[in-house]
């Protein structure tokens, strides 16, 4: 069975698509909960890359009670 393109030698009449085709419908929820999770997990890890690092933590408190 051929196909319009191949009967036309290859040319189109109509402009390839160039983005997504949206379709109709939601996410199940299951799949909404998992990217969900994803999403905090990853705020998290941002949130967490901000705080310094434990050595520089235990120099900001020692110098805040007098020390070295």
Wanted: net charge positive; hydrophobic share 55%.
């Amino acid at each position: 069975m051929e196909s319009f393109l191949q009967e036309s030698g290859g040319l189109r009449r109509t402009a390839p698509v160039q983005s997504p085709v949206p379709v109709s419908g939601r996410l199940p929820l299951a799949r909404r909960l998992l990217i969900g999770c994803l999403v905090v997990l990853l705020v998290l890890a941002y949130l967490l890359y901000l705080l310094p690092a434990p050595a520089v933590r235990f120099a900001i408190a020692t110098a805040a009670a007098g020390g070295v």
